[in-house]
Nanobody, 114 residues
Framework: QVQLAESGGGVVQPGGSLRLSCPASGIRVDIFTSGWFRQGPGNQRELVAAFRTGGVPTYADSVKGRFIISREKLTNTVYLQMDKLQPEDTAVYYC????????WGQGTQVTVSS
């Protein structure tokens, strides 16, 4: 049984940083594809960063140069480092392992506000 548990969200001022974590059980994050999605108020869930087949990281245009996805075999965790946060980044963030599967965590709220 795959279980994912996002954490690390919070309230931050514009220009600030947060690091989201997604520890996984029942699946190895260093082998399978993975992704971080977000869903803002009134919006559809969108993919912001992913490890696709072959391990190449990809990013939505809106977060390129600001967000970095990484994964650690030892802790079996997928991370999302978010820098230069802006109000439009406000959303609930979810991880998805494998990418495109039905396995999701409960999400973690990120609020960017002055």
């Amino acid at each position: 049984q795959v279980q994912l548990a996002e954490s690390g969200g919070g309230v931050v001022q514009p220009g600030g940083s947060l690091r989201l974590s997604c520890p996984a059980s029942g699946i190895r994050v260093d082998i399978f594809t993975s992704g971080w999605f977000r869903q803002g108020p009134g919006n559809q869930r969108e993919l912001v960063a992913a490890f696709r087949t072959g391990g190449v990281p990809t990013y939505a245009d809106s977060v390129k140069g600001r967000f970095i996805i990484s994964r650690e075999k030892l802790t079996n965790t997928v991370y999302l480092q978010m820098d230069k946060l802006q109000p439009e980044d406000t959303a609930v963030y979810y991880c998805n392992v494998p990418l495109g599967s039905d396995f999701w965590g409960q999400g973690t709220q990120v609020t960017v506000s002055s």
